[in-house]
């Protein structure tokens, strides 16, 4: 995908991008290809990817869940100064880069596993075990913002979240433990037992 930034902040000039990790037919960056692009992200900002900013985009990106401010604050013993604002200014930060979202309905915060995204992405968020899953946007999804453009709402930010039960998908323990007591009363029964 390509973006026109109209300055970037170190020379004034008029440059062109492209986010490689988000054409179609890419396969998943690694979390070094992800650190670095957001540090060359970060740099086009005029601003860089701090110790801080890149141990919790790290910690996001190795985390199997959406993670609160509080999480991510308690993981920054050692790293820097450890008070709430400086995670809320980290998770900030990376949320205006575009490599981490945060899912409202948790008032959690998590990593786009493919980087930045220039259409609205859809979230997956299991109800029993607290995982999220990146979705591809539907057509239904930017047909909503196309709509609100044309009826004069400026979109800002765009997010849906799906709320629901994984099934087992994301490694919901519970799906797994209903699963195997659904067999073992199914086995109960065939023999005749109560």
């Not at 998943?28 to 970060?42: F, G, Y």
């Not at 200014?89 to 930045?116: H, I, M, Q, W």
Request: charged share 25%; net charge neutral.
């Amino acid at each position: 995908m390509t973006r026109l930034r109209t300055r970037t902040p170190a020379t004034g000039k008029r440059r062109l991008h492209r986010r490689r990790w988000r054409q179609p037919d890419s396969a998943k960056p690694t979390r070094e290809d992800l650190l670095q692009a957001a540090a060359d992200e970060a740099q086009l900002n005029g601003k860089s990817l701090t110790a801080i900013r890149k141990h919790v985009l790290t910690l996001l990106l190795d985390a199997q869940r959406p993670l609160t401010a509080y999480e991510v604050l308690a993981s920054l013993d050692g790293v820097g100064s450890v008070s709430p604002p400086t995670a809320y200014r980290a998770l900030d930060f990376l949320v205006s880069l575009g490599f981490v979202t945060r899912v409202e309905s948790l008032n959690a915060y998590f990593a786009l596993e493919k980087g930045p995204s220039d259409v609205p992405l859809a979230f997956f968020v299991c109800e029993k075990c607290g995982q999220a899953q990146e979705l591809s946007a539907t057509d239904a999804v930017i047909s909503l913002v196309s709509t609100a453009d044309q009826e004069g709402f400026g979109v800002s930010h765009a997010s849906l979240e799906v709320r629901g039960d994984c099934r087992g998908k994301l490694g919901c323990a519970t799906w797994a433990e209903s699963v195997a007591s659904t067999e073992a009363l199914a086995a109960i029964d065939q023999n005749g037992h109560e």
